[in-house]
């Protein structure tokens, strides 16, 4: 069974385990530099993912001019496939929709396919940001959104 912390930047000692988790995921495995990896940190709202009592992935978003950014889902390698990062987007986007504004991100291209399975649609052309294609995507279909939310419940 899974459980998801929210926080905010302040609290250091759950920003620095997220950290972790994104310096092994994006740094360590996709070679992103930890330039572009960590900024707007003090923008996010934040979320850790525990399974079996050990934290396992991390999400954020923040607040823009264009909406609610959903960004930096990281998982650890032992995490993936077991529907972990299903319930962390489901947890992140259920918080992010008390704005009522658009949702959006960018998906890297290996990943496309996972954020269209939860209502996500490609909504422009693909670009390289850290050596990485990604997607533009955004969730605009409440009625998607609400399924997502079902599914997420039904499964705790």
Do not use: W
Not at 43 to 62: A, D, M, N, W
Not at 105 to 129: H, M, R
Not at 130 to 151: Q, T
């Amino acid at each position: 069974m899974s459980k998801i912390i929210k926080f905010n930047p302040d609290e250091k000692d759950l920003l620095n385990i997220a950290f972790d988790i994104r310096r092994k995921v994006f740094i360590e495995e996709q070679k992103v530099s930890e330039e572009e990896e960590f900024e707007f940190e003090d923008e996010c709202t934040h979320f850790l993912i525990y399974h079996k009592k050990q934290p396992v992935g991390t999400s954020r978003y923040r607040i823009t001019e264009k909406g609610i950014k959903l960004e930096r889902f990281a998982l650890l390698k032992e995490a993936r496939g077991k529907g972990i990062g299903y319930d962390l987007l489901r947890f992140t986007l259920n918080d992010a929709r008390q704005f009522k504004k658009h949702i959006y991100l960018n998906a890297q291209a290996s990943v496309v396919n996972f954020y269209k399975q939860q209502g996500f649609i490609i909504d422009g052309e693909k670009f390289i940001e850290a050596n990485i294609i990604h997607y533009p995507m955004s969730f605009e279909n409440p009625h998607n959104l609400h399924k997502a939310i079902e599914k997420a419940v039904c499964r705790r």
